[in-house]
């Protein structure tokens, strides 16, 4: 799948979008795909309702890597476990945590602390990413929060280091910051669907992102599109039995093709002129689709992907 190589070269892949469009489907078939190309993959969320271990036949996995299929493996990360983590992973205060942050007057003044838990998140896709010796992944996607709560999981880092703060927390942090703003090893992708409304969000998103974030998304991948050939187009337009069905059909790709005109134009404008643009990936509508996931899904699904120009 060429639309994806340049999704394969990334040590991490974040994934964002409205709820309800199929974010983690497309995250799960992201990291499933890279993993059928010898890829050992990290597929991470952070969800008190689990997200992924459903799509591979698992219930949960929570807070402890579990390996789902061969080169794929998942972790939720929660809040609570995941600063534990930070602190003696990361800052390497292991006999500090166990006596002074576990205590509970401790525990509860850390979890007023603005943005601690988006920073210990970033800490540890920043850890699967690079300093995991132990399972050394080719690769690591996040199945991300929705899009306003991801800008401001990504504005985390300049908050801290803004904040006055000093120590071991600003330079973890810096760490941090500067691989998650680099090209090289990071990727966004943002799904969206082709109806009006969630079109004019991730339009807003896009603009928004580009202002706001000092690292481009790189994907935009439209969920649920009716893709049909042009043959095919034509006798639909053509058709007169079945007139419900027909009608319905009609008016569905009447409405796609207008809202993906929109998409186009709203990324043209924002991005005209700049050397890397994203890539815009058109994926079919699948229906329902049965859980587990078989193992050639993600292969399957993006191999009828079409990629478009803007």
């Given at each position: 799948?060429?639309?994806?190589?340049?999704?394969?070269?990334?040590?991490?892949?974040?994934?964002?979008?409205?709820?309800?469009?199929?974010?983690?489907?497309?995250?799960?078939?992201?990291?499933?795909?890279?993993?059928?190309?010898?890829?050992?993959?990290?597929?991470?969320?952070?969800?008190?309702?689990e997200?992924l271990?459903?799509?591979?036949?698992?219930?949960?996995?929570?807070?402890?890597?579990?390996?789902?299929?061969p080169?794929?493996?998942?972790?939720?990360?929660?809040?609570?476990?995941?600063?534990?983590?930070?602190?003696v992973?990361?800052?390497?205060?292991?006999?500090?945590?166990?006596?002074?942050?576990?205590?509970?007057?401790?525990?509860s003044?850390?979890?007023?602390?603005?943005?601690?838990?988006e920073?210990?998140?970033?800490?540890?896709?920043?850890?699967?990413?690079?300093?995991?010796?132990?399972?050394?992944?080719?690769?690591?996607?996040?199945?991300?929060?929705?899009s306003?709560?991801?800008?401001?999981?990504?504005?985390?880092?300049?908050?801290?280091?803004?904040?006055?703060?000093?120590?071991?927390?600003?330079?973890?942090t810096?760490?941090?910051?500067?691989?998650?703003?680099?090209?090289?090893?990071?990727?966004?992708?943002?799904?969206?669907?082709?109806?009006?409304?969630?079109?004019?969000?991730?339009?807003?998103?896009?603009?928004?992102?580009?202002?706001?974030?000092?690292?481009?998304h790189?994907?935009?991948?439209v969920?649920r599109?009716?893709?049909?050939?042009?043959?095919e187009?034509?006798?639909?337009?053509?058709?007169?039995?079945?007139?419900?069905?027909?009608?319905?059909?009609?008016?569905?790709?009447e409405?796609?093709?207008?809202?993906?005109?929109?998409?186009?134009?709203g990324?043209?404008?924002?991005y005209?002129?700049?050397?890397?643009?994203?890539?815009?990936?058109?994926?079919?509508?699948?229906?329902a689709?049965?859980e587990?996931?078989?193992?050639?899904?993600?292969?399957?699904?993006?191999?009828?992907?079409?990629?478009?120009?803007?």
């Open positions: 799948m060429t639309l994806l190589n340049s999704l394969l070269e990334k040590k991490l892949v974040l994934v964002t979008g409205k709820g309800g469009i199929g974010k983690s489907l497309t995250a799960a078939s992201i990291a499933q795909y890279a993993a059928s190309q010898g890829k050992k993959v990290c597929l991470v969320e952070s969800n008190a309702q997200q271990a459903p799509l591979f036949g698992q219930e949960r996995v929570g807070h402890k890597l579990q390996e789902l299929s080169n794929l493996f998942a972790i939720n990360l929660n809040p609570q476990d995941n600063f534990r983590d930070f602190v992973l990361h800052l390497g205060f292991a006999k500090l945590f166990e006596k002074v942050f576990t205590k509970p007057l401790v525990k003044f850390i979890n007023m602390l603005p943005g601690i838990s920073l210990t998140l970033l800490g540890r896709l920043y850890y699967f990413s690079q300093l995991d010796d132990k399972h050394n992944f080719d690769m690591v996607v996040l199945d991300g929060f929705a306003g709560h991801f800008m401001s999981l990504l504005k985390t880092p300049d908050a801290v280091l803004d904040s006055g703060m000093v120590g071991p927390v600003i330079k973890e810096k760490m941090v910051k500067d691989f998650i703003f680099d090209e090289r090893y990071v990727s966004v992708v943002l799904v969206t669907m082709p109806e009006n409304l969630i079109v004019s969000e991730a339009i807003d998103f896009s603009e928004r992102f580009k202002t706001e974030i000092p690292v481009p790189s994907h935009v991948i969920n599109c009716l893709l049909l050939d042009e043959s187009e034509q006798a639909l337009k053509s058709a007169s039995s079945m007139e419900l069905a027909v009608r319905y059909m009609k008016a569905r790709l409405s796609e093709s207008s809202s993906l005109q929109r998409l186009k134009q990324l043209h404008n924002i005209q002129g700049l050397q890397k643009e994203p890539q815009l990936l058109l994926l079919p509508d699948l229906g689709v049965d587990p996931l078989s193992g050639q899904f993600a292969r399957s699904w993006f191999d009828q992907a079409e990629g478009v120009s803007f």
